[in-house]
């Protein structure tokens, strides 16, 4: 994968929409990294394109805004959903998800930077603060939609509470508390500190 972009996706577009796509996940690509390492409220829009080798008016070509820059990616909702409705019988939508996060959790070399990455790259400004909540505010509707496509049903307020405790597990993994319950922990530590959290989350939401 490229970014945002599957390489499946990449094939079948034509040339030009390729091209396009490509650079939009470079610029995506290059924009967290730096955010992540520095800091957004650290990184200027002219320092994202010198990075991603574009100008800074190709780079508003494809965004309007740095905040843009920081919700572009919309891998994780997607691979969630993907999760919660390949899960295996008897599986809760709890499990499912923790299952999700943790196979992700173990493709990382070190779990604990990459949250030290995420908080000082989004957590720490308030510049992007209500964009983080737009963003978990887009997670319960579309796990609300998923909820209410799997049932054959319209969505009801049961639903739309079982969307919002779902949310709280992938999110936790962004609170300071549970940045510190892995700080100064070892790579291998600090992966399976997160598994257990996830795996109590899960419990907590959906007892089974």
């Not at 299952?99 to 990459?114: K, N, S, T, W, Y």
């Amino acid at each position: 994968m490229v970014g945002d972009v599957a390489t499946e996706q990449l094939t079948a577009l034509p040339l030009r929409e390729r091209k396009k796509a490509l650079t939009r996940a470079a610029i995506v690509e290059t924009a967290q990294r730096l955010f992540e390492e520095r800091g957004f409220d650290n990184v200027t829009v002219a320092e994202i394109a010198d990075a991603a080798n574009v100008s800074v008016k190709t780079l508003f070509v494809y965004f309007r805004a740095k905040e843009d820059l920081a919700f572009a990616d919309n891998r994780l909702i997607d691979e969630i959903i993907a999760a919660l409705a390949a899960r295996a019988p008897g599986t809760t939508h709890a499990e499912a998800m923790a299952d999700e996060l943790i196979a992700q959790i173990r493709g990382q070399d070190d779990p604990a930077a990459g949250l030290e990455g995420f908080h000082r790259g989004y957590g720490e400004s308030p510049a992007i603060r209500s964009g983080l909540l737009r963003l978990w505010a887009e997670y319960e509707d579309r796990i609300t939609a998923f909820l209410a496509a799997e049932a054959g049903t319209g969505p009801s307020p049961a639903m739309r509470l079982h969307a919002m405790q779902l949310v709280a597990i992938p999110r936790s993994l962004t609170t300071a508390e549970v940045r510190a319950l892995v700080a100064g922990l070892s790579p291998a530590e600090a992966g399976v500190t997160l598994e257990r959290w996830l795996r109590a989350a899960a419990h907590s939401v959906c007892p089974g």
